[in-house]
């Protein structure tokens, strides 16, 4: 290759140990809650369209009624603590499913301050049309990759975010140490 500046002749750049080095601490683009946020978005940005154009639902309102998908009647709270969701945001999502008469509220037995939310007949039809949907994009997402490997690395990493959530919560800083403690 020639240099157009001295038209000298150099060999084409070959990769080097530099090429293959791993990306540097200070760069956050290889971080893995960056990553993860990524491929999270990408998804949902996959998803949206279908989902809206076929269910007129959003990836919140999947979300919760995934949340709902038991036998359970669950309280805004309950429903914002395993959706990872703010309460008012999760508010509002279940007025719009009420509204689509896929969920519905109903007062608790013993507690008349708390309101209980359950998926309606057509909720539990709407997920089970959904099912297949999910079923073919994981198989498509999950190609190469061994399923039950990656589904138990991301239940460790969901029950260690859980336990960091925690330890937050629980901690009257606001916001995380200088120097994080070294880990094993």
């Known amino acids: 290759m020639q ?86 945001w999760v508010s ?19 507690d008349s301050r708390l309101t209980l939310v359950t998926l309606t007949k057509r909720g539990r039809q709407t997920l089970d049309e959904f099912r297949p949907w999910a079923a073919w994009s994981e198989k498509l997402l999950l190609k190469g990759v061994d399923e039950r490997k990656l589904k138990a690395l991301l239940d460790q990493v969901e029950a260690n975010t859980d336990a960091v959530m925690e330890m937050i919560s629980a901690s009257p800083r606001s916001r995380p140490p200088r120097h994080p403690p070294k880990t094993k």
């Open 92 to 110: 509002r999502s279940l007025r719009s499913l009420e509204a689509g008469k896929l969920v519905e509220r109903s007062g608790h037995p013993e």
């Open 3 to 88: 240099s157009r500046d001295t038209g000298v002749t150099r060999k084409p750049r070959s990769k080097t140990s530099d090429d293959t080095k791993t990306t540097p601490p200070h760069v956050l683009h290889d971080h893995i809650v960056d990553r993860t946020c990524r491929l999270a978005d990408a998804m949902v940005r996959m998803s949206s369209r279908h989902l809206k154009d076929r269910w007129k639902l959003s990836p919140t309102d999947l979300r919760l009624l995934n949340v709902l998908d038991g036998e359970v009647p669950l309280s805004v709270n309950e429903i914002s603590r395993r959706a990872l969701v703010d309460q008012a």
